[in-house]
C-alpha cells in the first residue's frame, strides 16, 4: 500500500516541451513538497503545500507551477523545459508540525534531451 | 551556498562493526535535525531525529549525537548489517513560519558481509 506515489518514474523528453509529474498521497497528511535532487545529489525544496495553500515558493524559474486539488495531491508542472531541468523530483508530505518527519515518494527521473 | 554538509561521499565498513556517518552545518539556528536512508530507485525514509535541546537519540542500533557548540551531529550504526548499504542524508531544520528540510548532499554506506 504505497503512501507517497509519484507518476511517472521515468520521463524522457526534448527540451521546449511541457510535461507534468502527478503526486498522491493517503496518509491523511496536510502538508505536502516537491523536492528536486540534482547533479551533485543535493536535495533541495522547490514548494510546500499546507491544506491547498502555498506555504513555501523557493528560487524556482517561473517555468516551475505546482497544483495542489486536494490536501492528497500536489502537481508539477513544468513548461517550456530545459536541459538543465534534469534531476529527480521527489514528491513528499507531513503532518506540517515542525519536526514532523516527512515521507518521500520513490522519485521521478526527468531526462531533458 | 551548503548549510548543510556531509564531507565523506562513500564509507565502507565490515559486518558487525560500527559504522559512523558525519555531518557539519553552518547555521546555528538550525534546532532539529534527522537523518535519512535512501536505497537506490526509491525515495528517502526518515531514520532517526534529534532536537537541539538532546544531544544524543537512541533507537535499536541507530544512535544520533549532537554537538552543537561543534556544529557537528553524527550517526552510529551498530553493529552494522549488510541491509545497511545505502545512502544516508543529514537534515536539518529550523522552527519558523514554515517547515522546511535542508538536505546534505548524502553518504554512500556500504557494509561488507
Known amino acids: 500500500d504505497t503512501a507517497v506515489s509519484q507518476t511517472p518514474k521515468y520521463l524522457v523528453t526534448q527540451m521546449g516541451n511541457d510535461k507534468s509529474i502527478k503526486c498522491e498521497q493517503n496518509l491523511g497528511h496536510d502538508t505536502m513538497y516537491w523536492y528536486k535532487q540534482d547533479s551533485k545529489k543535493f536535495l533541495k525544496i522547490m514548494f510546500s503545500?499546507?491544506?491547498?495553500?502555498?506555504?513555501i515558493n523557493e528560487t524556482v524559474p517561473n517555468r516551475f507551477s505546482p497544483k495542489s486539488p486536494d490536501k492528497a495531491h500536489l502537481n508539477l508542472h513544468i513548461n517550456s523545459l530545459e536541459l538543465g531541468d534534469s534531476a529527480v523530483y521527489f514528491c513528499?508530505?507531513?503532518?506540517?508540525?515542525?519536526?514532523?518527519?516527512?515521507?518521500f515518494g520513490n522519485g521521478t527521473r526527468l531526462t531533458v534531451t | 551556498d551548503q548549510q548543510v554538509k556531509q564531507n565523506s561521499p562513500s564509507l565502507s565498513v565490515q559486518e558487525g562493526r560500527i559504522s559512523i556517518l558525519n555531518c557539519d552545518y553552518t547555521n546555528s539556528m538550525f534546532d532539529y535535525f534527522l537523518w535519512y536512508k535512501k536505497y537506490p530507485a526509491e525515495g528517502p525514509t526518515f531514520l532517526i531525529s534529534i532536537s537541539s535541546i538532546k544531544d544524543k537519540n537512541e533507537d535499536g542500533r541507530f544512535t544520533v549525537f549532537l554537538n552543537k557548540s561543534a556544529k557537528h551531529l553524527s550517526l552510529h550504526i551498530v553493529p552494522s548489517q549488510p541491509g545497511d548499504s545505502a545512502v544516508y542524508f543529514c537534515a536539518a531544520s529550523r522552527l519558523g513560519s514554515s517547515y522546511k528540510l535542508i538536505f546534505g548532499s548524502g553518504t554512500r554506506l556500504l557494509v561488507r558481509p
Open positions: 503545500y499546507n491544506n491547498k495553500e502555498l506555504i
Open positions: 513528499a508530505s507531513s503532518q506540517g508540525e515542525w519536526g514532523s518527519p516527512l515521507h
